[in-house]
């Protein structure tokens, strides 16, 4: 992550937790891209990836874990959603794509 | 009373497997994105974990963004 935040792409977490509670799990594991917070799931929904769990017959609403890439002109470059987005490498791997064609 | 022992053992099985299939049905479906390669991503203001709001559209015409959108803090993956 630290390379990829080296060139001209940036990262931002977003999940529904709050900004302490952010701020606490960055110092923990160490990131230095900003956390953001969903709070009120604005954002989860815009993307249509709010996803609702059953916990213990209650019901709850979070995040569906996806990464997308999205380049300099607001466009989406890349969507990768579930279990295979835990894997930043493609994700990578297309932004520095995106890093060499508008330099060269 | 043999029979009563299986048939209250298949009803017990029956409501168990009840209650346990929605939840692993649940955790095979993916809240699938409308969002297709090439649409503009929505924007939005969000606070950080610094309490400093950040919007999508500061990045525009500046830096490509990886938008990692996890489940929960404290949680693996």
Redesign the interface.
């Known amino acids: 992550m630290a390379k990829i935040e080296a060139s001209d792409t940036v990262v931002l977490g977003i999940s529904i937790d709050s900004p302490a509670a952010n701020a606490a799990f960055a110092k923990q594991i160490g990131v230095t891209f900003p956390l953001l917070s969903d709070m009120n799931k604005k954002t989860l929904i815009a993307y249509g990836i709010l996803k609702p769990y059953d916990v213990k017959g209650e019901k709850y609403e979070w995040a569906e874990r996806t990464t997308i890439v999205v380049d300099k002109e607001g466009k989406i470059q890349h969507v990768q959603q579930g279990g295979s987005a835990v894997d930043p490498n493609s994700a990578v791997s297309i932004c520095t794509d995106l890093h060499e064609k508008h330099t060269k | 009373m043999k029979q009563v022992v299986t048939s209250v053992l298949g009803l017990l099985l029956l409501v168990l497997g009840a209650a346990a299939s929605?939840?692993a049905a649940?955790e095979d479906?993916?809240?699938?994105?409308?969002?297709?390669?090439?649409?503009?991503?929505?924007?939005?203001t969000?606070?950080?974990?610094?309490?400093?709001p950040?919007q999508?559209?500061d990045?525009?015409?500046?830096?490509?963004?990886?938008?990692?959108?996890?489940?929960?803090?404290?949680t693996g993956?």
């Not at chain 2, 969000?46 to 400093?52: F, P, R």
């Not at chain 2, 990045?59 to 404290?74: C, H, P, Q, S």
Request: glycine content about 6%.
């Open positions: 929605p939840a649940q479906t993916i809240a699938k994105t409308n969002l297709k390669v090439g649409d503009t991503a929505p924007d939005f969000l606070l950080s974990d610094e309490w400093k950040v999508l559209s990045y525009r015409g500046k830096k490509n963004v990886i938008l990692a959108f996890y489940v929960l803090a404290f993956g």
